[in-house]
């Protein structure tokens, strides 16, 4: 248990007063029983959960708390219906569809004008609020712990038992504080902040953890900044990653469609950790000091500074990505493109990578450039700006939104053998593809390297931008 319960009573973490909320009772085990109050499902596991539990003779306990989305797998090109590139896949689709129906949960179809990736929609549509506890088969649910949720992934045996029973058995996670000082230099977004963290710590660095996220730069980001931070914390093997709800918080869910019309709530504004509250690990990252960020090799800790050089790693990880040690990271020729996913591919995510590619054409050198908006409201807003022109002018492909090729699921992909720059969140072997080199870094950085054809420093770009 952590060690503000054991040694200072009256002291708490952000996370021990979701917990103890939450909280129903201690198993013989040392477990305890959690009651969940959001469930999110999609089209992937969706309908193998859902039918499992029709097949028991079981219902979903509250139908008004459990959700289901399209997102992994739908077609991101215009015109999509329940298309599919992933072979077999329309079946995922179909099933989803009639299961969900079935259990009359909320759908939200290929086809809805409110469809988009889980942890896009949840948090623009205020399903994800302060406090609560929301789950789904993904290990990016905790994206949505930037709204002060206590949100993680689970496996598809346990989206049926959470939502016939409601709850979760679940061991208590320790906590770890992760602290970004001061303010962040022009150019440097919280995709970088991540990467510095996994980078400096390990990709395990945060394994059984909670990780909360705090200090003056985290404060300073937006609610989608936040998000980003949030969703990189599996990556960081954390449980999952949480910010403390503050105005910003407040002001981002005000008129969302689930989020309730009064913010006085007293359990929401005692959403913080209290000043002598002790976490069982902390660390702290002057901001100041943090450049844009790329990954050079097959793991997301496998990152350095855009100015830096690929340091020496695992063998195995230098021979898949071709780059000795010592080679500068920056200048390393790219062929293809991609801005999308839970990570990256939000409203202010593409507002920034436009504003870098506004009035300039990218590299012959890219073969496929792709934008795939998070969510079907973030495409409409970016049309409404204008956005997806600058896109189209650049050389992009704009497209409808949806996972696409953040993963590799058997369908669409890069060609054989190209590097990638991407704003997505794993670069593991064949993560997008079989024999594809996967970069990842902010969207800024995926613009600028675009127009490069090589990966390429942001700041260089943002002249015209500033």
């Given amino acids: 248990m952590p060690t503000s319960e054991n040694t200072h009573p009256a002291a708490k973490t952000l996370f021990d007063r979701i917990w103890d909320a939450h909280r129903i009772a201690d198993t013989a085990g040392g477990a305890s029983l959690v009651a969940i109050d959001r469930i999110f499902l999609h089209e992937r596991t969706g309908a193998s959960a859902l039918k499992s539990m029709a097949a028991s003779g079981r219902r979903v306990r509250d139908p008004a708390r459990t959700f289901a989305v399209m997102d992994h797998i739908v077609d991101t090109r215009p015109g999509r219906g329940d298309s599919t590139l992933m072979a077999g896949g329309q079946g995922f689709i179909t099933e989803t569809r009639a299961a969900a129906i079935e259990a009359g949960i909320t759908?939200?179809?290929?086809?809805?004008?409110?469809?988009?990736?889980?942890?896009?929609?949840?948090?623009?549509?205020?399903?994800?609020?302060?406090?609560?506890?929301?789950?789904?088969?993904?290990?990016?649910?905790?994206?949505?712990?930037?709204?002060?949720?206590?949100?993680?992934?689970?496996?598809?045996?346990?989206?049926?038992?959470?939502?016939?029973?409601?709850?979760?058995?679940?061991?208590?996670?320790?906590?770890?504080?992760?602290?970004?000082?001061?303010?962040?230099?022009?150019?440097?977004?919280?995709?970088?902040?991540?990467?510095?963290?996994?980078?400096?710590?390990?990709?395990?660095?945060?394994?059984?953890?909670?990780?909360?996220?705090?200090?003056?730069?985290?404060?300073?980001?937006?609610?989608?900044?936040?998000?980003?931070?949030c969703n990189m914390a599996t990556e960081f093997s954390a449980m999952t990653g949480i910010v403390a709800p503050d105005e910003t918080t407040f002001r981002y869910l005000a008129g969302r469609r689930y989020a309730p019309d009064d913010f006085d709530d007293p359990y929401w504004h005692a959403l913080h950790s209290d000043d002598d509250a002790r976490f069982d690990r902390e660390i702290a990252i002057d901001a100041a000091s943090l450049a844009p960020m790329v990954t050079w090799g097959t793991s997301p800790e496998h990152a350095v500074a855009i100015d830096g050089a690929v340091p020496q790693g695992p063998a195995r990880a230098h021979d898949y990505i071709g780059l000795p040690a010592g080679t500068p990271i920056a200048g390393t020729p790219v062929d293809a493109a991609f801005l999308g996913s839970c990570t990256n591919a939000r409203l202010s995510d593409l507002q920034r990578a436009a504003a870098i590619l506004r009035g300039r054409r990218i590299s012959p050198a890219i073969r496929k450039a792709l934008v795939v908006p998070g969510s079907s409201a973030v495409r409409r807003a970016a049309e409404a700006e204008g956005l997806d022109q600058v896109f189209r002018d650049a050389g992009f492909e704009w497209r409808e939104s949806?996972?696409?090729?953040?993963?590799?699921?058997?369908?669409?992909?890069?060609?054989?053998?190209?590097?990638?720059?991407?704003?997505?969140?794993?670069?593991?072997?064949?993560r997008q593809g079989p024999g594809i080199r996967t970069h990842i870094a902010s969207p800024e950085t995926v613009a600028a390297s675009a127009l490069a054809g090589a990966i390429a420093d942001p700041r260089r770009w943002m002249g015209d931008a500033a």
């Fill in 402 to 430: 949806g996972c696409s090729l953040c993963f590799y699921a058997g369908g669409e992909g890069f060609a054989p053998g190209s590097r990638t720059i991407s704003s997505t969140n794993r670069n593991f072997e064949g």
């Fill in 107 to 229: 759908l939200f179809d290929v086809t809805d004008r409110d469809q988009g990736i889980t942890h896009v929609i949840s948090p623009e549509l205020g399903i994800a609020l302060p406090g609560l506890t929301l789950v789904a088969p993904d290990s990016h649910t905790c994206t949505q712990g930037a709204l002060g949720a206590l949100a993680w992934g689970i496996g598809s045996s346990e989206a049926e038992h959470a939502m016939v029973t409601g709850t979760l058995r679940l061991d208590r996670p320790r906590t770890m504080r992760v602290a970004f000082t001061g303010a962040l230099p022009r150019g440097v977004t919280a995709k970088d902040m991540a990467l510095a963290l996994i980078a400096r710590y390990g990709a395990g660095g945060g394994a059984g953890h909670v990780v909360e996220f705090a200090g003056e730069a985290v404060r300073a980001l937006g609610i989608e900044g936040r998000m980003t931070l």
